[in-house]
C-alpha cells in the first residue's frame, strides 16, 4: 500500500485548512501523524475502516478525521488553527495486526500571521 498525501500551505491563527490522503489499497487504520522543527513525530488523530476516531488531547474539538472507505482515503479537516499547530503532517496506514505500517510524504502546515 502506497499513501499520497495533500492539502497543506500557510494559513493565519485562527483559519482551517483539509488534508487529504488517499491510499493504493484498503488498509484497517489510518491516520495523521505530525513533526514540528526540533520535536518528535506525534499523532494527531486516527480512524478505523469502521470508524472509529482517535485523536490527540491537543486537537480534539478543533480537527476532525473522516475515511471515504470506497476511494481508500482520509481526511484531516483542520478549523481553529494555533501557531503550534504548524508541522509536517504524515499520513499513515497501518494493518489490524500491524504487521503493515505505512506512511506517506509529509506535507507542510504553516500557521502564521
Known amino acids: 500500500v502506497q499513501l499520497q498525501a495533500s492539502g497543506g500551505g500557510l494559513v493565519q491563527p485562527g483559519g482551517s485548512l483539509r488534508l487529504s490522503c488517499a491510499a493504493s489499497?484498503?488498509?484497517?487504520?489510518m491516520g495523521w501523524y505530525r513533526q514540528a522543527p526540533g520535536k518528535q513525530r506525534e499523532l494527531v488523530a486516527t480512524?478505523?475502516?469502521?470508524?472509529?476516531?482517535n485523536y490527540s488531547r491537543s486537537v480534539k474539538g478543533r480537527f476532525t478525521i473522516s475515511r471515504d472507505n470506497a476511494k481508500n482515503s482520509v481526511y484531516l479537516q483542520m478549523n481553529s488553527l494555533k501557531p503550534e499547530d504548524t508541522a509536517v503532517y504524515y499520513c499513515?496506514?497501518?494493518?489490524?495486526?500491524?504487521?503493515?505500517?505505512?506512511w506517506g510524504q509529509g506535507t507542510e502546515v504553516t500557521v502564521s500571521s
Open positions: 480512524i478505523t475502516s469502521g470508524g472509529t476516531t
Open positions: 489499497g484498503s488498509i484497517f487504520s
Open positions: 499513515n496506514g497501518r494493518s489490524i495486526a500491524g504487521s503493515v505500517n505505512v
